[in-house]
């Protein structure tokens, strides 16, 4: 079978899928992509399917090379890519030739990049997935020298295809909406959590980002008294403080922490990449406006390849330009 190997990968690297549902009442979070778009994209761009398992990069270069050649999707986080010196335009896909070294470098735009195969990657399932739950104790870190198996490319023919450009690398607006504990918070509290501009901490991870912000703290009523009760992702909780943390994808599954809401699926992923330090801002909005922004990941999918486009290679980049027919037919070099 094809191989797959790392020469050199950052920290806290791992295999992500779309993740496990259905394990929640036995303590086990879904997981998966902390940027779940951008394993759809890679998806799109590659002809695959929902299931498809990506390479996570947690703001980190890393260095692979593949036995055979594979197509390549790029997408998360926008990184400095090339291919043994031939550069390759993130958001798009690429085809990796056998030898080749893939190399990425971060740009400080988001945190995780993402690296998808034409032909998946084959690692054995656990519980029907490949993602790692580190929270879990599923899957494990990838480390340089790791060798995967890849399965065949069998659209190794396509023409590549890219991606237009996303700005959810850069913080901004995060929707909400109100749940149970939200009528601890008097209207003013509400008010004023609308109205402040949070930046992200640095201290943030795959359970969990904590926002900050000057002023005072976001207390609720009789807080003291709360149950624990279950915890779903994009929760808005508060600790005892009053500093929100809204929770990602290895999140805890039980809390006793007032929650002030809850962020809709969409506006997920631009808080999972925000950097430290991007600005963060919270909307409310109705349960029926929710509903009707929903889409099922499978027709999100469907749009995200329809909205896709063909690669055209900019000339200054190949550099095999010289071995291309430019011009075709013949003159005489006669006036009429």
Do not use: C
């Not at 490949?130 to 490319?153: E, I, K, N, P, W």
């Not at 109705?286 to 889409?295: G, M, N, P, R």
Request: aromatic share 6%.
């Amino acid at each position: 079978m094809p191989e797959l190997t790392l020469h050199q990968i950052g920290p806290n690297a791992s295999l992500q899928d779309l993740g496990r549902e259905g394990y929640l009442r036995f303590g086990l979070s879904r997981g998966g992509a902390m940027d779940r778009v951008a394993i759809l994209e890679a998806a799109a761009l590659l002809g695959q399917r929902l299931d498809l398992t990506a390479i996570e990069l947690p703001s980190a270069s890393v260095k692979l090379g593949v036995s055979v050649a594979q197509r390549v999707a790029l997408t998360g986080a926008p990184m400095l890519a090339d291919a043994d010196g031939r550069a390759l335009q993130w958001g798009a896909s690429h085809k990796l030739e056998a030898g080749e070294v893939l190399s990425l470098r971060p740009t400080g735009r988001g945190l995780y990049g993402y690296i998808a195969f034409g032909g998946g990657i084959e690692t054995d399932l656990t519980l029907g997935h490949r993602s790692a739950h580190f929270t879990g104790g599923l899957g494990r870190a990838l480390q340089a020298g790791d060798v995967l198996l890849l399965g065949d490319d069998t659209k190794a023919g396509e023409p590549p295809r890219r991606l237009k450009p996303d700005a959810r690398f850069d913080g901004g607006r995060l929707r909400f909406v109100t749940g149970p504990q939200t009528g601890l918070y008097s209207a003013d509290m509400l008010a004023a959590f609308e109205a402040t501009r949070f930046t992200k901490s640095g201290h943030a991870n795959r359970q969990a980002a904590k926002l900050e912000h000057e002023g005072a703290p976001f207390a609720a009523e009789g807080q003291l008294g709360i149950v624990s009760e279950v915890i779903v992702p994009g929760d808005i909780q508060m600790t005892g403080e009053g500093e929100p943390f809204v929770l990602l994808a290895e999140h805890q599954t039980m809390g006793g922490y007032p929650r002030i809401g809850a962020v809709i699926p969409q506006d997920m992923p631009r808080i999972a990449q925000a950097s430290a330090g991007a600005e963060l801002w919270f909307e409310r909005i109705s349960l029926e406006e929710a509903d009707a922004l929903y889409l099922p990941e499978k027709e999100l999918l469907r749009r995200i390849r329809d909205a896709s486009e063909p690669l055209v290679r900019d000339p200054r980049e190949m550099s095999d330009l010289l071995s291309y027919q430019l011009i075709s037919g013949m003159i005489t070099g006669q006036e009429d």
